[in-house]
């Protein structure tokens, strides 16, 4: 059985370490499904880790170090996928951070990506892949 190449974008992660919530269990869930490979993109990094580290806050970097250090696949033409990223954000109407980790995520093949934004927001039109919210 192959894994489910799943792209996460940062606000899974941040959700993740927060807590209890339902929505930081769903994406703890997501986390330790065994049945995923993970992707991801230096924008995921840039989005959470430089802030956490700022902020001295160490079980929240290496929260987040651990997750990267199990990515299996980073999206490395950073220069294509900002083209990528481009076209789907006019297509779309997505932000441009959205933009380009959808754009990553596609560069990438991932299967699917997940989100905490809620699925009246832009990123719920793209079509080329599948978009989940938590």
């Known amino acids: ?3 489910k190449k799943t792209y996460l974008d940062s ?15 769903q994406a703890n869930n997501i986390l330790n499904d ?10 995921v990094k840039l989005e959470i880790l430089p802030k956490a580290i700022y902020n001295q806050q160490q079980k929240e970097k290496d929260f987040y170090e651990t997750f990267f250090n199990s990515v ?5 033409d950073l220069e294509q ?6 076209q789907i954000a006019y297509t779309y109407g997505l932000a441009a951070v959205d933009a ?22 832009p990123i719920h039109r793209v079509t080329e892949i599948k978009i989940i919210s938590i």
Not at 109 to 114: G, I, N
């Open 1 to 3: 059985m192959s894994l």
């Open 11 to 25: 606000g899974v992660l941040i959700t993740a370490f927060q807590g209890v919530q339902a929505n930081s269990i």
């Open 34 to 43: 065994e049945n995923r490979e993970f992707v991801s993109s230096k924008f």
């Open 72 to 76: 299996t696949h980073w999206a490395t």
């Open 81 to 86: 996928i900002t083209e990528d990223g481009y």
């Open 100 to 121: 380009l980790h959808v754009a990553a995520a596609l560069w990438l093949k991932a299967s699917e990506l997940v989100t905490t934004e809620k699925i009246t927001k």
